[in-house]
């Protein structure tokens, strides 16, 4: 499985940009998937996740009522809309797919089978 990242950019304090992770070689379809970033100098840590039943998301603290994660089966594609971005969310956004993980571990990193190259989102203040 290869998930592509792609969304990343330049963007002022209170901007909004909406990052996707495009899978090929096989579906996201029974796939718990998300977003971790990892900023300079700090380890990787959990954003957002949504489980293979698709029906409940997963938020860090930090970006909860800010960020939302959507998946689109048809496409393949998982989505991290992101709002209201502040400085502290400068960092590179990887998206994960983890096909036998279960619920207890889906903010756990090492849970995810296959990771994408990254995406750098820098916010300006």
């Known amino acids: 499985v290869q998930l592509q990242a792609s969304g990343g950019g330049l963007v002022q304090a209170g901007g909004s940009l909406r990052l996707s992770c495009k899978a090929s070689?096989?579906?996201?379809?029974?796939?718990?998937v998300a977003w971790f970033r990892q900023a300079p100098g700090k380890e990787r840590e959990f954003v957002a996740a949504?489980?293979?039943?698709?029906?409940?998301?997963y938020y860090a603290d930090s970006v909860k009522g800010r960020f939302t994660i959507s998946r689109d089966n048809a496409k393949n594609t998982v989505y991290l809309q992101m709002s209201s971005l502040k400085p502290d969310d400068t960092a590179v956004y990887y998206c994960?797919?983890?096909?036998?993980?279960?619920?207890?571990?889906?903010?756990?990193?090492?849970?995810?089978?296959?990771w994408g190259q990254g995406t750098q989102v820098t916010v300006s203040s």
């Open positions: 994960a797919a983890g096909y036998t993980l279960i619920l207890s571990s889906i903010r756990s990193a090492s849970a995810y089978n296959y």
């Open positions: 949504r489980h293979r039943s698709g029906s409940v998301a």
């Open positions: 070689g096989r579906t996201f379809n029974g796939a718990a």
